[in-house]
């Protein structure tokens, strides 16, 4: 929540959420900085964890696993495409498409080091996400 503050008394609990007026309006869920709508739902855009196995393509290399992150679930933007309006005969793109995708916002750069054969090291690099968010798409 944006700019929430928690005011108690006896028997009383006030909470307070700053939000847009036609957002409170509609009785809508104010959106969360993450980009989606309401922490619980379970399709929202966030970070999954998974594990992966390095190998190298083509030298013998020992394998090694790491936990990897990707960015996966919905957006609550609506996408729409609106028609271009162009005075030339030729319109390559005849349409302003937008729309929002779950993707990295932050990520940082991590680094394995894979012992091959003649005692050699590779080093494999890999960005390792720390958080999504709902993105224009491009």
């Known amino acids: 929540m944006r700019n929430s503050v928690?005011?108690?008394?006896?028997?009383?609990?006030?909470?307070?959420?700053?939000?847009?007026?036609?957002?409170?309006l509609h009785g809508v869920i104010c959106k969360a900085e993450s980009g989606h709508?309401?922490?619980?739902?379970?399709?929202?855009?966030?970070?999954?964890h998974f594990v992966e196995t390095i190998t190298h393509p083509v030298y013998k290399c020992n394998s090694k696993m790491v936990l990897l992150a990707r960015c996966e679930g919905h957006c609550s933007?609506?996408?729409?495409?609106?028609?271009?309006?162009?005075?030339?005969?030729?319109?390559?793109?005849?349409?302003?498409?937008?729309?929002?995708?779950?993707?990295?916002?932050?990520s940082k750069l991590k680094a394995v080091r894979l012992r091959c054969s003649g005692g050699t090291r590779i080093t494999a690099t890999y960005r390792y996400i720390l958080a999504c968010s709902c993105e224009e798409c491009s």
């Open 6 to 24: 928690v005011l108690s008394q006896p028997g009383i609990l006030l909470l307070l959420v700053t939000c847009p007026l036609l957002t409170i």
């Open 37 to 48: 709508l309401g922490d619980n739902d379970p399709d929202r855009c966030m970070r999954h």
């Open 77 to 106: 933007h609506t996408s729409r495409s609106d028609p271009l309006i162009s005075f030339s005969s030729v319109l390559k793109q005849p349409f302003k498409s937008t729309c929002f995708c779950c993707r990295p916002h932050t």
